[in-house]
């Protein structure tokens, strides 16, 4: 409910409506409002797999999505922001690889703040922006309960 709903929000941005989730693994209990299970999230533009980490063991803020054209990586909570595409294979004809050259995105997120503000302006002036809505953050919120009741219904 924490750190994994952030997540979540991220991806709904990127890919799209959740559509279900399966739980891969219950993983353990951090008290009776939150849990780290593994599940294997479906979006309208795709499907993910969250992993839980150990929190209290370090911060391993990152996600890497795969496509046909390459390799995303958004890593250190969007500090860094990498693309890897692929290229023909120079010994297998017909195959693809992913290219050794890494571009590496700018995030902007050692501004992030400055950029909410700047988002908040933009929609107080009426103008489209890419701030979450309240109508959003609750489809975001139910989507984590009807997985945690999907993670409670595992131990049935």
């Not at 959740?18 to 780290?36: H, M, N, P, Q, T």
């Not at 209290?56 to 890897?84: D, N």
Request: proline share 3%; charged share 20%; with cysteine.
């Amino acid at each position: 409910l924490h750190n994994g709903s952030h997540f979540f929000n991220l991806l709904e941005f990127w890919l799209g409506s959740f559509i279900g989730a399966k739980i891969l693994d219950v993983g353990r209990s951090c008290d009776e409002y939150d849990s780290e299970p593994d599940v294997l999230v479906k979006f309208q533009g795709g499907n993910i797999v969250f992993m839980a980490c150990w929190e209290e063991a370090f911060s391993h803020y990152t996600i890497e999505l795969m496509s046909p054209s390459g390799r995303l990586r958004y890593e250190l909570g969007g500090e860094l922001v990498s693309w890897q595409s692929t290229k023909p294979d120079p010994s297998i004809a017909g195959y693809e690889v992913l290219s050794q050259d890494i571009e590496f995105l700018f995030s902007g997120m050692s501004k992030y703040q400055l950029h909410v503000v700047e988002q908040l302006f933009v929609a107080l002036s009426g103008r489209p922006h890419t701030l979450s809505t309240g109508r959003q953050s609750l489809r975001t919120l139910e989507a984590m309960h009807q997985i945690i009741n999907e993670k409670n219904n595992e131990y049935r």
